[in-house]
């Protein structure tokens, strides 16, 4: 059975910094893009980060570009997102996801090419 799942979510000042780590097992993820979303209260899931295998293509949503960095392990089944100068609108649900496509050499951002998701990992940022 495919799973992903998050894990590095918590309560952090404004301001602080939190590592997601994205762990997915049940077969191999290398060959395929990964993504991180998330979903605040009363907004749809956005697109935050993606990372390829081929090329190691990284592409963030403008509004985390200069704070969040997406990176992966050799193997490409660990993903993380490193988040700096959190800010209280980065509360949110966070999701990892894999794609359903081998061999893409470029991120995309719409949720209907990721065929995997996690169950979330809460972030919650206080002023």
């Known amino acids: 059975q495919v799973q992903l799942v998050e894990s590095g979510g918590g309560l952090v000042q404004t301001g602080g910094s939190l590592r997601l780590s994205c762990v997915a097992s049940?077969?191999?993820?290398?060959?395929?893009?990964m993504g991180w979303f998330r979903q605040a209260p009363g907004k749809e899931r956005e697109f935050v980060a993606g990372i390829t295998w081929t090329y190691g293509t990284t592409y963030n949503t403008a509004s985390v570009k200069g704070r969040f960095t997406i990176s992966r392990d050799d193997t490409g089944n660990t993903v993380y997102l490193q988040m700096n100068s959190l800010k209280p609108e980065d509360t949110a649900v966070y999701y990892c996801a894999a794609d359903s496509t081998r061999f893409r050499s470029r991120v995309v951002v719409t949720e209907d090419v990721y065929e995997y998701w996690g169950q979330g990992t809460q972030v919650t940022v206080f002023s």
């Open positions: 049940g077969r191999t993820f290398s060959n395929y893009a």
